[in-house]
């Protein structure tokens, strides 16, 4: 590790679910986004895990396993949280789960509804399995931003958390490393006891 980042290194999994996508229809947008959002609000060293698979359950739930397997301390979802008949991102997240984390989903569609009413249809989940959270996340790089970030006034104040401001703890809670995040991106919250400081 570089002298000059005291933080660990964070293995993050990123899992954009696209049929089409995944076929090369069309670019996947939601890597990127993930990958551009995490490097700015995380001080940490990263490594990330990127796959692109299809609305495939049992793909989904082999997937998540793997990077769960691989070490991954966070994985991220996108993709495949709707209604419809295809949507089954949260069915195969649920079926590796040790534990549900119902809190980050009531948060997102919270977050979702200040701008459209169909965020009720959302069905992001969030779950750990062994030492790793695992989140579902919308498929819209913008609203994946606004749900990891929360929303803010125009003069930057938070007026809603994001659902990010709670993963840095939890992480903590579940044996996992510490992560850093950058205030001005998103502020981590952890009780007084649980904060590090690095010289």
Known sequence: MSPANPFDVIKIGIVSISDRASA?????????????WLSKALQNPLQFEPRLIPDEQATIQATLIELVDAGCALVLTTGGTGPALRDVTPEAT?????KDMPGFGEQMR???LKFVPTAILSRQV???RDQTL?????GQPKAIAETLEGL???NGQQVMNGIFAAVPYCIDLIGGPYLQTDDAVCK???PKTAIRTFS
Do not use: C, M, T
């Open 134 to 138: 695992i989140i579902n996340l919308p």
């Open 24 to 36: 090369g229809v069309y670019e996947d947008k939601g890597l990127p986004a993930l990958q551009d």
């Open 94 to 98: 649920l079926a590796i789960a040790h």
């Open 188 to 190: 981590a919250f952890r």
């Open 126 to 128: 969030a779950v750990i």
């Open 152 to 154: 803010k006034d125009a």
């Open 110 to 112: 919270q977050i979702s």
